[in-house]
């Protein structure tokens, strides 16, 4: 092989590699300053503790984002991913998680009545001593496909399996 063909042959080896850009540290100071950030980078960014109304984040990458403790009331998170985040004991109340993507999050203690999950993925998603007696879009046919325990609160005539 000729040197420079080499060199390029090494360099896109190398380059194919890399990780991609994982999260954009701007958007998430932005959301964390209250701002709505929808179609951001969120991704792992940490959001817990945060405290504020009505932001659009929909179609926001929160992938394995911390909402621990956060209190985002009325918050759109729709068709957002929300793939492996850790929402423990978040107020989400009249959020709208609409086609978005919960797969293996943990809502464990959070407060989710009167959320909308209209379409949303809720594979491998915790709700384990959740709150969402008045939360709407739910089919049981989702919510077997997520778990809870004895201290879920779903609304009338649903069920979850236990994790």
């Known amino acids: ?10 360099l896109a080896t190398a380059t194919a590699a890399l990780p991609a850009v994982a999260q954009n540290a701007g958007q998430i100071a932005r959301v964390r300053g209250g701002a709505s950030c929808a179609g951001c980078n969120l991704f792992q960014g ?9 932001l659009n984040l929909n179609g926001a990458r929160l992938r394995q ?17 929300l793939r492996d985040v850790d929402a423990y004991g978040g107020v989400f109340s009249g959020s709208s998680f609409a086609g978005a993507n ?12 009167g959320a909308n999950f209209s379409g949303a993925t809720l594979s491998g998603t915790n709700f384990a001593g959740a709150s969402l007696e008045r939360a709407t879009g739910l089919s049981q046919s989702r919510l077997n496909q997520a778990c809870g325990d004895e ?3 779903l609304p009338a005539g649903l069920t979850i399996p236990h994790c």
Request: net charge positive.
């Open 1 to 10: 092989m000729k040197p420079i063909l080499t060199a390029v042959v090494i």
């Open 46 to 54: 940490d959001l817990s503790g945060l405290q504020a109304r009505g």
């Open 65 to 81: 984002a911390n909402l621990s403790l956060a209190v985002m009331n009325r918050t759109r998170f729709s068709n957002a991913d």
């Open 102 to 113: 919960l797969t293996n999050a943990s809502f464990v203690g959070a407060y989710l009545d």
């Open 151 to 153: 201290a879920t609160q």
